[in-house]
């Protein structure tokens, strides 16, 4: 596989890319040719202990137009050694220390409850969408944004582009940039303002001020920095579409949720993020010769780790392909086990800190959901794996009636299907 370059199938396969390479090579280590560039897959909880390691460096095996769809220019994803632990300690005081993940998900509990209100009795509203603006308004006030700057359907609009137009290359990386720039603009704007003020405790105020080196940031940067606490928690309404997938798929859930505390949301919401598709794989660069299982890897070789395979892997969780938040109930989650957000420590690593607002958000609206009275009506609900980001192709649209609906759904057998593409 080393002389075959693979960028092609990466588009034409997704998500199924790198678990039918590796199984097509005996599942371990893969050589492989990704962008014109040598590459090595791995995956497994070592993979990812590997990976994680000090040898490795991100932004230089960040693609360009990741980096100016989805996380921006000067961000702390491109940032590697001690300028990113500085920048990254802005971001762990905000989103791992304190209540602030707590706080954020009883806001947009309270904002859906709201939109709940506005949707029963009215013509059907697509899941995706209507979450995602529903954490738009939470997260505005959340972070600080005033009220007369907040334009919350825009911001949900512009954050779910930016995600959705990060692995293609057509009409929607064409709408994620110019979304991007649209935010980044305002929030620019915002940022320059918020300066002229005293300094508060809002994480609009807390990266308005954030200095590195002695120095404040642009005000683009800045604003580039602020979208990153913004939009990772916008694109939950990913995975909140996929909990009302699985909520039609297994009904049986609805009513668990509905009845169970916050263990099994948490429970549930590890599940979504652990069996639903979001980041196919991650890149980093060897900054050295290493070895991994006996594979050599020179120093500049891609080393791409397959997030979807090792969510899906029969050696790491029993019965991948069953939907069971069980497997969640009673015990610790090692650091390098679920990956859907990266692995290792968040404070001094690569590992996304908004990943406990990820969890929380998701409970939250996950068990909110379950406890609204709703139907879906006849859609296609498929989720197509050879799209990145996937989703539910419909966006999971729902009626939600005046009372209760007449009759709940069927119980679906388990032959259905929830995905297609691969696996």
């Given at each position: 596989m080393a002389d075959v370059d693979q960028t092609v199938a990466v588009a034409l396969k997704g998500y199924a890319?790198?678990?039918?390479?590796?199984?097509?090579?005996?599942?371990?280590?893969?050589?492989?040719?990704?962008?014109?560039?040598?590459?090595?897959?791995?995956?497994?909880?070592?993979?990812?202990?590997?990976?994680?390691?000090?040898?490795?460096?991100?932004?230089?095996?960040?693609?360009?137009?990741?980096?100016?769809?989805?996380?921006?220019?000067?961000?702390?994803?491109?940032?590697?050694g001690a300028a990113h632990r500085h920048r990254k300690a802005l971001f762990t005081a905000l989103l791992l220390d304190g209540d602030g993940a707590v706080r954020l998900a009883e806001l947009a509990g309270r904002e859906f409850d709201a939109a709940a209100a506005r949707w029963r009795g009215g013509p059907p509203v697509r899941l995706l969408d209507e979450s995602a603006r529903v954490i738009a308004a939470a997260v505005?006030?959340?972070?600080?944004?005033?009220?007369?700057?907040?334009?919350?359907?825009?911001?949900a609009r512009d954050c779910l582009a930016?995600?959705?137009?990060?692995?293609?290359?057509?009409?929607?990386?064409?709408?994620?940039?110019?979304?991007?720039?649209?935010?980044?603009?305002?929030?620019?704007?915002?940022?320059?303002?918020?300066?002229?003020?005293?300094?508060?405790?809002?994480?609009?105020?807390?990266?308005?001020?954030?200095?590195?080196?002695?120095?404040?940031?642009?005000?683009?940067?800045?604003?580039?920095?602020?979208?990153?606490?913004?939009r990772p928690a916008i694109a939950v309404a990913w995975f909140v579409a996929f909990a009302g997938h699985a909520m039609d798929m297994w009904p049986r859930l609805q009513s668990r949720l509905r009845t169970g505390d916050d263990e099994d949301a948490r429970a549930f919401a590890h599940e979504v993020r652990r069996f639903y598709p979001f980041a196919p794989f991650l890149g980093a660069r060897a900054t050295r010769d290493l070895f991994f299982q006996g594979e050599p890897i020179p120093a500049g070789t891609l080393v791409l780790l397959d997030v979807y395979g090792q969510n899906h892997d029969p050696q790491v969780w029993p019965d991948p392909y069953t939907f069971d938040p069980d497997r969640f109930l009673g015990r610790e989650i090692g650091?390098?086990?679920?990956?859907?957000?990266?692995?290792?420590?968040?404070?001094?690593?690569?590992?996304?800190?908004?990943?406990?607002?990820?969890?929380?958000?998701?409970?939250?609206?996950?068990?909110?959901?379950?406890?609204?009275?709703?139907?879906?009506?006849?859609?296609?609900?498929?989720?197509?794996?050879?799209?990145?980001?996937?989703?539910?192709?419909?966006?999971?649209?729902?009626?939600?009636?005046?009372?209760?609906?007449?009759?709940?759904?069927?119980?679906?057998?388990?032959?259905?299907?929830?995905?297609?593409?691969?696996?």
């Open positions: 890319w790198l678990p039918d390479l590796r199984r097509r090579t005996g599942g371990g280590p893969v050589r492989t040719r990704v962008l014109g560039q040598p590459a090595v897959a791995v995956c497994g909880p070592d993979a990812a202990r590997f990976f994680y390691a000090n040898d490795m460096e991100r932004h230089s095996a960040l693609p360009g137009l990741v980096v100016r769809t989805l996380f921006g220019r000067g961000a702390v994803h491109t940032l590697d505005s006030r959340w972070v600080g944004v005033p009220d007369a700057d907040r334009d919350v359907d825009a911001l930016m995600v959705d137009g990060f692995a293609t290359v057509g009409p929607r990386t064409v709408r994620a940039l110019l979304a991007r720039e649209v935010q980044e603009r305002r929030l620019a704007r915002l940022i320059t303002e918020v300066r002229a003020r005293p300094r508060t405790g809002s994480p609009l105020s807390v990266i308005a001020h954030h200095r590195d080196d002695g120095e404040l940031l642009e005000p683009r940067t800045a604003a580039v920095e602020l979208l990153n606490v913004i650091e390098f086990e679920l990956i859907p957000q990266g692995g290792g420590d968040p404070r001094t690593g690569h590992r996304c800190p908004g990943e406990q607002v990820t969890v929380a958000l998701l409970g939250t609206l996950s068990r909110r959901l379950a406890e609204l009275d709703h139907y879906l009506p006849p859609q296609d609900t498929t989720i197509d794996l050879s799209r990145i980001p996937a989703r539910p192709r419909e966006g999971i649209v729902l009626v939600v009636p005046e009372g209760r609906p007449a009759a709940a759904p069927a119980e679906v057998s388990a032959s259905r299907s929830p995905v297609s593409g691969g696996s």
